[in-house]
Nanobody, 125 residues
Framework: QVQLVESGGGLVQAGGSLRLSCGTSGRTFSNYDMGWFRQAPGKEREFVAAITLNGYSTLYADSVKGRFTISRDNAKNTVYLQMNSLKPEDTAVYYC??????????????????WGQGTQVTVSS
C-alpha cells in the first residue's frame, strides 16, 4: 500500500498564499496521475485539482481555477498545490490522492485508490 503524506497546511489570512506538498515513497510515483481534494466540516469531500503522470495536463475545479496551481516533481516523488488569493471558503482539510491506473484524468473520487491523511488549511477573513 502506497503511503501519501501531505504537508504545508496552516492558518493564513484571506488573500494570502500557501503551498501544499504531498510526498510518497517508492519508485512508481511517476506512473500515476495525482489529485488534490478537500473536505470542509459537514461537507462532502470535493475535487480540487489533478495532474497527469508527466505533468503535461491538469484539471481544476471551477472554484479554484486561476487561483490554485497543481504541479509535480517526479524526481522528488512529490506533488504540489500552490494556493493563491485564498478565501475563507477554501478552509478545509486537503488530501492528496493517487489516480487508479487506466483511469483518465478526472474529478470523481471513485477514480482514486490511495489517500493521504490530510493537512488543515484555515483561511481567516
Amino acid at each position: 500500500q502506497v503511503q501519501l503524506v501531505e504537508s504545508g497546511g496552516g492558518l493564513v489570512q484571506a488573500g494570502g498564499s500557501l503551498r501544499l506538498s504531498c510526498g510518497t515513497s517508492g519508485r512508481t510515483f511517476s506512473n500515476y496521475d495525482m489529485g488534490w481534494f478537500r473536505q470542509a466540516p459537514g461537507k462532502e469531500r470535493e475535487f480540487v485539482a489533478a495532474i497527469t503522470l508527466n505533468g503535461y495536463s491538469t484539471l481544476y475545479a471551477d472554484s479554484v481555477k486561476g487561483r490554485f496551481t497543481i504541479s509535480r516533481d517526479n524526481a522528488k516523488n512529490t506533488v504540489y498545490l500552490q494556493m493563491n488569493s485564498l478565501k475563507p471558503e477554501d478552509t478545509a482539510v486537503y488530501y492528496c490522492a493517487r489516480r487508479r491506473l487506466g483511469y483518465a484524468l478526472g474529478y470523481g473520487i471513485v477514480g482514486y485508490d490511495s489517500w493521504g491523511q490530510g493537512t488543515q488549511v484555515t483561511v481567516s477573513s
